[in-house]
């Protein structure tokens, strides 16, 4: 994954929350706020259970935008 292409969805606007595959697991970003990227591209991503997955941008396979009520739960 290019970074400016997660950039792109974590800063569109609106903001829609999207599932981010890495490495086999799934990480569900529902705000832009649990997300802080490095310049180096280095990622840091605070999930729902208050867990932090630390990983590199080009180890996300895919991006997934999440539908309405799936993103609510």
Do not use: N
């Not at 591209?41 to 941008?57: Q, S």
């Amino acid at each position: 994954m290019k970074v400016k292409d997660f950039e792109s969805a974590l800063h569109s606007q609106p903001f829609k929350p999207f599932d981010a595959r890495v490495d086999g697991d799934v990480i569900h970003i529902l705000h832009p706020e649990q997300v802080f990227l490095t310049p180096d591209k280095t990622m840091v991503v605070v999930d729902t259970g208050d867990r932090l997955h630390i990983f590199d941008v080009d180890r996300v396979s895919k991006l997934t935008v999440l539908k309405r009520s799936r993103a609510a739960a």
